[in-house]
Every structure is written in structure tokens, then in C-alpha cells.
């Protein structure tokens, strides 16, 4: 019996932990969309900024 409830106790915490870890995922990939966006915006104004000086 002590068995059983030492591998359930460790299942419990097992799922916990990838819960945890799934959680710090999200807010990397999170983190990481908001920048790649910020650079996006960023390429697109120098873009604009170099047809400018092109046409001049």
C-alpha cells in the first residue's frame, strides 16, 4: 500500500512540474512573438524610411 501512494504522490508531483514548465514555455514563446513583431515593425519603417531617401 505504501507503494501505491509513494508512486501516486510522485505522479501528482511529476504533472505538476510539467504543468510548471508548460507555463514558462508559454510566456517564452509569448516573449518572443512580441519581439519578432516589434521587429517587423521596426524593418517595415526602415523600408519606408529608405524608398524615402531613394526618391529624393
Known sequence: ?????TL?????LGLMW???E??????????ANR????QKATI???KNQLS???QL
Open 44 to 46: 517595415g519603417m526602415l
Open 35 to 38: 519581439v519578432a513583431s516589434e
Open 18 to 20: 510539467l504543468r510548471h
Open 52 to 54: 524615402v531617401a531613394g
Open 1 to 5: 500500500m505504501k507503494v501505491l501512494i
Open 22 to 31: 508548460n507555463g514558462n514555455l508559454s510566456r517564452s514563446f509569448e516573449t
Open 8 to 12: 501516486f504522490v510522485l505522479a501528482v
